[in-house]
């Protein structure tokens, strides 16, 4: 980081040099940057011009709810949030019987509205979509456009999610709801960011703010001790992972910083010792039909845990236990960049864009220089071609 660099500072994120926008991954520097160059900028300006267009749709589109789904969760209460386990289809043997596992092979399904995750994604994507437009445009509109969403999903009573994943990643004949669920809350990371961005328009009114707030302290409370969570914090591969980047995200969101520096102080004795080897690998990733695809997965995740154990000053992305760090788990698949043909595990589809996006996160981490950085499509308007200091 250079000197003189905005600072993330615990629960408060960037907002003190940010105009009191509260973000933990959107960092000052990059988008005011950004924004700078926006208007000589051909290929910022074409993803600025793209960004427009997505957020004038979103706009136009009613808010999506967990209400909104044509099924009832087994609980009787549509604001359960419902999803179906990606990996898990019919029987061809026992059509009318249980589900069963097809690693790697997605079953569409999952994307219906008998379910919720279409629903949470979209979301997802509209609330982060219009919070940079809103940052970018300066059009109030676009922040009211993300209250809006952020408000239907989080906060009115009438269509609102209850905060837990009790049913989420549920198996037809095997189970209601799996630990493997807490994954689909991982998009919330960037609607925190988003509500952070449409802070200066007021869009979102100050207990409005604080009962989002809430929303997610209860929301880490489930993670935390609920039987789906408590066992996905225990999973040794990019399930726990993610269960870490969530719950420590969203405690510094719900201003509960201790409970993100716990998870921080156990990360390298918890995950680097356990899930990282002495090469580098994950090596319960690289037992998957999307081996690759895992590895970047699982390193995105531990990113987002290092980002927030930095809001406390814990410096993960050096951290090293018994000679296993996430630096070098990042030079292990940055040396298979351009060598898709050589990679010895199984791989559906080589993940390249995915490894080029997450190798700008680790030279802004490490560099600058550190690897390659190629920042295209919608990445640039999150982070600079050039950051400050670069040669």
Known sequence: MPPGAPVCDASEGYSASFDGRRTFALRPADLEAIKAALPNDPAIGAAYRDLIARADKALAAKPASVTGKRSVPVSGDRHDYVSLARYWWPNPANPKGAYVRRDGDTNPEIESDRFDRAALARMVRDADTLGLAYYYSGDRKYADGAARVIR??????????????????????????????????????????????????GALTPAETSALEGWFSRYVDWMLTSPNGRAEGQASNNHGLWYDAQVARFALFARRPDVARRIAAAFPRTRLARQVDRSGALPEELTRTRSFHYSLYALSAAYTVADSAACLGVDLYRADERGRSLRKATDYVAAWRGRAADWPYKEQGWPAAVLDELLVHADDAWGPGAYPRVVGDDLLLRRQVSPKGAP
């Not at 994943?165 to 990371?189: C, H, W, Y």
């Open 152 to 201: 239907t999903w989080f906060l009115d009573p009438a269509t609102m999610m209850n905060p837990n994943m009790n049913f989420a990643q549920a198996v037809p004949g095997v189970s209601n709801g799996r630990a493997e669920g807490v994954l689909d809350g991982a998009g919330f990371i960037a609607v925190i960011d988003a509500a952070g961005l449409i802070v200066p328009s």
